[in-house]
């Protein structure tokens, strides 16, 4: 919950501190990129996120034993370190940096962008991998956690997939909010000790 709430506060104090960045029409990652005079706040709200991602994978590996879920969040989490890592190229500053129709100018932002895309993959796993896995008798979390997932799936994939457009700021906010709040969900069931069982 920690890394979760760290995350927004530097992704919104960043944004208010740059001049004419916008939380509508900006990316998050232009606020950690290579140009951006607040790179170290940036990059700190992602590898916050990255924490929170493998902390909730070891608490639903200890819980539930849910092992293909906690590998698909721990490389969610491994990847938001490669994303941090692997800064965007942003020299005029974060405001108007990567809009639609710009296009990777090295190959770190080749990196940058590539990563993204499998940190959605990793995430989508990880929800199907918990929605399937509670339909099945031996499951250990309650079957209705299996419903929310695959309804944060579905949002997840609707999304990501307005990004693209207009405010593309605003819809990769409600993008990773949908993912966070997923995320913060599995945490806060797996957190109390349940009886350990077996499951892929």
Known sequence: MLGVLLFWSGVFGAGALVDGYSAREDYISSLASRGS????????????????????????????????????????????????????????????CGVTGTVATDWVDLVHGLSVGVYELFTLAAMLALAVGGLRRTAVWPRWLSLVSLGFAVGSVILIGQTEGEHLGMWQRLWLANNLAWLLVVAWVSTPRMPAAEHE
């Open 37 to 96: 005079p607040l790179a170290l706040l940036g990059i700190g709200a992602l590898l916050a996120s990255a924490v929170a991602h493998m902390a909730t994978a070891r608490a639903a590996l200890s819980a539930w034993r849910a092992r293909w879920c906690a590998a698909f969040i721990l490389a969610a989490g491994v990847v938001t370190v490669v994303i941090a890592l692997f800064r965007a190229s942003c020299p005029g500053g974060p405001a108007g």
